[in-house]
């Protein structure tokens, strides 16, 4: 388990979310059943299905937010299909991931709600 100290209360939370996470998914890769699986690792069968529905109904519950920081980079060359579209047809959009892979997005403005819909869907 986590230690507790000098950690704010939602970051142990987080902590303790993400150690139980990390056993359910341990679990499943197994192919052990769960009561099995509880008694190799020395956990309590009853903690385990409290933390699996809990992780489970907080996926199900609301999007996951993603913060996303906008900085000024170098200018990015347009593809050539684009540059004989009017300079309001599509919205650029570059995203810098955590895990350093870049997006680069060419947006048509009446699609950007849809976008934004679908990114914020994704699990991280």
Do not use: H
């Amino acid at each position: 388990m986590p230690t507790n100290r000098r950690l704010s209360r939602s970051r142990r939370r987080e902590d303790v979310r993400a150690w139980w996470a990390e056993y359910l998914a341990a679990q499943r890769q197994s192919g052990q059943t769960q009561a099995a699986y509880c008694r190799a690792q020395g956990l309590d069968p009853k903690y385990f299905t409290l933390w699996k529905g809990k992780l489970r109904q907080a996926s199900a519950a609301s999007p996951l937010m993603v913060p996303v920081v906008v900085t000024p980079g170098p200018e990015l060359p347009v593809p050539a299909a684009a540059e004989m579209a009017p300079a309001s047809a599509a919205v650029r959009l570059r995203l810098s991931l955590g895990n350093g892979l870049l997006l680069s997005l060419e947006i048509a403005p009446g699609a950007l709600p849809a976008v934004v819909r679908e990114l914020s869907r994704l699990r991280c």
